[in-house]
């Protein structure tokens, strides 16, 4: 039995294999992007990760369509010929006898050619927005799993609740961390301020990590920092790594520790990826989200208000985002920390935790009855 898995959503799709690989016999595909985005040839994480967990991953090169016209878009147009080219070779070669996909332009060639294949095909949809690829994508599914609850027609036989995957790293944070990270916390021990996990997103965040650098002066006498730089074209990484300190621990990313960090922290502060809300709702970890504004119908702000109201977020809007008002957001919410803590507590209630349980049975269910 083969699993072709594709999508720009690889967060959950980790969860996913996870629980797959549980089962014998079973070869699991990963279809990706090599590199970050357009005009950015940084290595895309996906492409160093999944080989790691013992993964077939094949990179596609396809294109999609933009919102607003740039350098970028003829190239971008150009490329979606040649992902379905692409996809018509990998679905020959791989045979799969199911193709998951986790939407995005990366997954939408694949799904158009294997349904053309008679494939079955399974959409998952992470947001509470759906993308225009999963939605033309959905024209073409077997079955659609939400990850949310929100009015959705669940009479449709197609759709399926079963929640957003969650890491096994953040269901289970390994008990031991590297020297370096006890290190970390043995100062937070003795100086007793909080700690605060920085992050932005699977790429991480230019514009975060500048603002980090703006106020890094007053933030590090009033917290202990661990920040994820992600990798990219600026060299925020390299850039930070000068000012590490007892106070400041700098990473591109974090690997097997992520859980553990996560469990240990006060204060989060990160993109409004709903994969990330999930995971921090489960941890029960008050953040502060700054949401990416010019993606497909605004969907970090959507995402990010519905955990507000939840209690699990303050939102900081980008527009509004300095080393100023970054500054004075983290210090407003380190004061009344035991109340946001209370409050990210009741925002896990509405998590559901064996997410990845339930989509491999919807999977194995779909290859079942497609013989």
């Not at 690989?21 to 999944?50: A, C, F, H």
């Not at 013992?54 to 040649?82: A, C, D, E, N």
């Not at 679905?91 to 694949?110: C, D, R």
């Not at 002066?217 to 060299?235: C, E, Q, Y």
């Amino acid at each position: 039995m083969k699993i072709l898995i594709t999508g720009a959503h690889f967060t959950p799709a980790i969860a996913l294999i996870e629980e797959l690989k549980k089962t014998k016999d079973l070869d699991i595909v990963y279809i990706g992007r090599k590199n970050t985005m357009e005009g950015d040839l940084t290595p895309s994480k996906e492409s160093q990760i999944i080989p790691t967990l013992g993964v077939k991953f094949i990179s596609i090169t396809t294109g999609r369509l933009q919102r607003s016209f740039t350098r970028y878009t003829i190239p971008s147009l150009l490329k979606i010929p040649i992902g379905f080219i692409q996809s018509v070779w990998i679905i020959w070669t791989e045979k799969p006898n199911v193709i998951l996909s986790f939407g995005g332009y990366v997954a939408l060639p694949l799904v158009v050619i294997g349904w053309l294949f008679s494939i079955p095909i399974l959409i998952h949809e992470q947001t509470l927005v759906s993308g225009l690829a999963n939605k033309i994508s959905s024209f073409f599914a077997d079955k659609i799993t939400l990850s949310f609850d929100k009015n959705q027609k669940l009479e449709n036989k197609r759709i399926v609740l079963t929640g957003n995957p969650i890491r096994n790293i953040v269901l289970n944070p390994k008990r031991n961390l590297d020297l370096e990270y006890r290190i970390f916390f043995e100062n937070y021990r003795k100086e007793k301020l909080p700690i605060i996990l920085v992050m932005g997103g699977n790429q991480g965040s230019h514009i975060i990590n500048e603002a980090i650098s703006q106020c890094f002066d007053k933030l590090i006498r009033i917290a202990l920092v661990i920040h994820i730089t992600g990798d990219n074209k600026f060299l925020d990484f390299e850039k930070l790594k000068k000012l590490e300190n007892d106070h400041y621990l700098v990473k591109k990313w974090i690997g097997e520790e992520y859980g553990t960090i996560l469990s240990k922290v006060d204060l989060v502060i990160s993109r409004a990826g709903v994969n990330t809300l999930t995971e921090l709702a489960f941890a029960a970890k008050p953040a502060l989200v700054i949401p990416i504004p010019y993606l497909y119908q605004d969907e970090q702000n959507k995402n990010a208000k519905y955990f507000e109201k939840l209690s699990l977020v303050k939102i900081l809007p980008q527009y509004d985002l300095s080393g100023k008002s970054l500054f004075e957001n983290i210090k407003g919410m380190l004061s009344k920390l035991g109340v946001y803590r209370d409050k990210a507590k009741k925002a896990k209630q509405m998590i559901i935790p064996d997410a990845a349980k339930r989509l491999a049975l919807e999977t194995f269910l779909l290859i079942h009855k497609s013989k």
